[in-house]
């Protein structure tokens, strides 16, 4: 079956900077456009980058562009999300995703059909 497993979280100073690293088994990675979501306590989950499957496009929120930064491995069925200067408001489960369709201008997480289970990010001020 399809496992998706996300891990590089933690607790990190604001301006700092961390790693997430997701991979994906039991598909063809490379059929997939991958997605990085994040929710916050109290709030809706939300999209923060997606990169089509060959990895030639990209898609930033408006809240990460210019911060964060989306890749993948194909070769290794993984996908990165680097994030820099981290902000307290960054805060939240990050989730990893897998769905057919990559937008370039948008990121709905229900067109996404396989999720991991989350990897924690705490920004501190």
């Known amino acids: 079956q399809v496992q998706v497993v996300e891990s590089g979280g933690g607790l990190v100073q604001a301006g700092g900077s961390l790693r997430l690293s997701c991979t994906a088994s039991?598909?063809?990675?490379?059929?997939?456009?991958m997605g990085w979501f994040r929710q916050a306590p109290g709030k809706e989950r939300e999209g923060v980058s997606c990169?089509?499957?060959?990895?030639?496009?990209?898609y930033y929120a408006d809240s990460v562009k210019g911060r964060f930064t989306i890749s993948r491995d194909n070769a290794k069925n993984t996908l990165y999300l680097q994030m820099n200067s981290l902000k307290p408001e960054d805060t939240a489960m990050y989730y990893c995703a897998a769905g057919p369709f990559f937008r370039s201008h948008d990121l709905r997480p229900n067109e996404f059909n396989y999720w991991g289970r989350g990897t924690q990010v705490t920004v501190s001020s």
């Open positions: 990169i089509r499957w060959s990895g030639g496009s990209t």
């Open positions: 039991g598909l063809t990675f490379n059929d997939y456009a």
